[in-house]
Structure formats: C-alpha cells, structure tokens
C-alpha cells in the first residue's frame, strides 16, 4: 500500500492487496506446526499385527507431516513405514487408550536435525 498525504486532505493509507487476518495467522500457525511435527518423529511399541492394524487405523485418522516407526515387542524389529500424523493432543489420546502411554515415545527426528 501507500500513503496519500495532500494539503487540502487528511492522510490516507491506500491499500493494494490485503487478507483477514484470521486466515494469515491461521496459515502461520499451520506452516509452525507442519515445521514442528516433521523434526519429531513417533514411535510406537506393539504386541502384535492386530495392534499394528488398530494404530493404522488410528493414524489414518490424524494425517500429517510427523514419521511414525514401530517397533513389534516379540522382535527386535523397528518397522519404519510411509505412516505419517498429525502429532495432535487428539492423536496422543486416542493412541493413549489403544496401546497404553508406556508404548509411545515422541523424539527428535536426528535425520531432520542439522
């Protein structure tokens, strides 16, 4: 925008382009908390194939950009898919009631980190 200052006139401020501000902070809010869940990534610690199905379930629900990795209690493996979520208090709750909190870590992804 500009501002317009003539003798015979009071001030104005003549705007070119503007947006709600509702909606640019919202935006904002969104990039911080896209940034936020792709430097962490969850893991998560299963019994069996049919908690591994409840969770994708789960995650299918709270899509997002944070990696999930899970590691089978009767192995030693880490399974490391596609599975991406939201990182929400929401998620947190509903994997809470399924698996139990001892099962759920939340660190700082280091491929991420620099």
Excluded: W
């Amino acid at each position: 925008g500009e501002l317009s200052i003539r003798e015979d006139d009071a001030p104005k401020l003549l705007v070119r382009a503007g947006s709600a501000l509702a909606e640019s902070n919202q935006s904002s809010v969104q990039s911080a908390d896209e940034a936020q869940t792709q430097s962490y990534r969850l893991h998560l610690r299963l019994s069996d194939d049919a908690q591994m199905r409840s969770i994708l379930t789960i995650l299918d629900s709270h899509p997002g950009g944070m990696p999930v990795c899970f590691h089978l209690a009767h192995s030693r493996k880490v399974i490391s898919n596609r599975a991406r979520c939201d990182g929400s208090d929401l998620l947190f709750r509903d994997l809470k009631t399924c698996i139990g909190e001892e099962n759920i870590k939340l660190k700082e992804d280091a491929v991420k980190q620099s």
